[in-house]
Nanobody, 124 residues
């Protein structure tokens, strides 16, 4: 029904930057929010950032505030995560997710559709 495809992951040195992309295809919704989550080795999945359709509302995990920026291009049905000043603890599989509503939330259970994930590895 809805397909999310992430790209842009890779290997980067501490202090470097990466830009992740998430393309949305299939069924369209009048209003939806997008979120980025990550799962580090041996850890549970955690919220990273979220954004509403009109880009007015954004939320960030405390661990990435000031370093990561979420944005979206609705004409391209694409959401981005710009990651700057990367740290080794940012190493994880990053996944994008979609909620068919205009309310931005941080919890995994509230997102209905998920991408396959893209691996980000930050070396020290």
């Amino acid at each position: 029904q809805v397909q999310l495809v992430e790209s842009g992951g890779g290997l980067v040195q501490a202090g470097g930057s990466l830009r992740l992309s998430c393309a949305v295809s299939g069924r369209t919704f009048s209003s939806y929010t997008m979120g980025w989550f990550r799962q580090a080795p041996g850890k549970g999945r955690e919220f990273v950032a979220g954004i509403s359709r009109n880009e007015v509302t954004t939320l960030y995990a405390d661990s990435v505030k000031g370093r990561f920026t979420i944005s979206r291009d609705n004409a391209k049905n694409t959401v981005y995560l710009q990651m700057n000043s990367l740290k080794p603890e940012d190493t994880a599989v990053y996944s994008c997710a979609l909620r068919p509503t205009n309310l931005v939330l941080k919890t995994v259970v509230d997102y209905n559709y998920w991408g396959q994930g893209t691996l980000v590895t930050v070396s020290s």
